[in-house]
């Protein structure tokens, strides 16, 4: 017979090593809303509100709205937004009840829901992970792409919108039409600078519809930016079982992280500001070094990983990096290419984040599959890859280790086109492009490496011209997409570890 499931009344009857929320739930309102209740949401921002609630009880309900599926309700919505975030580290599981989560919203049909709630006058925070292609940016320069066909729609219908910065836009143009409070929109996505992504595009998409709302929203909106951590994969069936057979009962809502954790917040809020920095959170004027910090580390080691991965035959990153090829590759990649484009951050010493970041990336307990990772890299290798590689060859120094992960993603994308056999399914806003390119142009690396280069989107052009870049992409595809994907990598990590620029070893 099947555990029980989930469910409120379940809470006074959990074993006791369940953590419960330890404040008066039914006290609870909604003081703020999040866009994109995933599995990193619940794993993150809710479990400080968590926190903050527990500390200092306030008005910081969460309203947690989906414009994308899953559907809510299914879930969250019949727990009434409670669930089990576990914390697990090997063998080591933690349990807790996350309570943040007033209420839910399912919007995914139609933004009527949704701007209901984010035009409320009790609503003065709306934090959001849509991942970077919610955004609707150009990645390579982050303004907002009018040709994208949901801005079209959006600007074409602004009263129906479906993409974030014409929701947002017009959650804006409600509240300054009824109550005119402001409100801090705080995107907690990977993309770098996100504050500033996040205004630009929403600003653009109001100047379209009038400067009385371009105005107002200069005046009552801030756009802090921020830095997420914490490795938190998508649910799988695993994980729910895992809760039944520890600790007896079925919760279809529950998420699974590492133990480490941060949030970095720029100090520059309109209206109340939940006091996050009460619990763990840190306030700062500057979010930039963190930023990089953690993209072009912990993030970069990750995409590295996912890439070889795939093409070295592994599954998740913990199995990746078991590899003593991959692990040696990586850690030489950060090391000596990555951490010279650092800025100082202080009480953080570079070389010791990254053995921590590794470090992470080794617990067996978090599954992270080398496909989730791969997903969407178009909208990734810009801040995880590209920019530390365009901070160097400004230098004059070598790029030989983070060209490869580059090629990677070339090779994952192209691996995955007819012509080379489909390899595996990918999901990336350009796989269809650079299948496309494959299709055309089979087997020549060189031929491959210019077309995939010339998209401007993703390739700033004055790095795309960069002939020691284009070089070094070249010899890395040629070793990745043909023969011994792990040899190659050996062979690269065997090479020279001059910090000056070289020629590639196979340079076409
Ligand atoms: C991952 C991130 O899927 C991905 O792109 O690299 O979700 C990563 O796990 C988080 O940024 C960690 O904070």
Redesign the pocket.
Known sequence: MSAENFSPALLERLPSEVRRPAYDRAALKPGMAHIGVGA?HRCHQAEYTDDLLAKDFGRWGLVGINIRPPLLDDTLGKQDGLYTRLIRQDDEVEARIIGSIARVVDSQDNAAPALEVLASSDIEMVTMTVTEKGYCHIPSNGALDLDHPDIVHDLANPETPRSVPGILARALELRMATHRRPVTLLSCD?IPTNGIILGNVVRTFAERRGRRLADWIEANVAFPSAM????APATTEADIDTVEQRFGYRDGAVVVGERFRQWVIEDRFAGRVPRWDRVGATFVDDVTPFEHLKMRV??GA??TLSYLGVLGGFEHTFETIADPRLARFVRRMLTEETLPTLMPVSGIAPAAYIEQSLSRLTNTAIR?RNH??A?DGSQ?IVQRLLNPIRDRLAKGESITLLSVPVAGWMAYLIKASARFGRAWQVSDPFADKIAAIADRIGSDSKALVDAILAIDAIFDPSLAANATFRAHVVAGLDGLLWGDPMGFVRQVCAGPTDARLKQPARSA
């Open positions: 990193f990977n997420v951590d914490r490795i912990l993030n990750q995409t992270h989730q990772i997903t990734k």
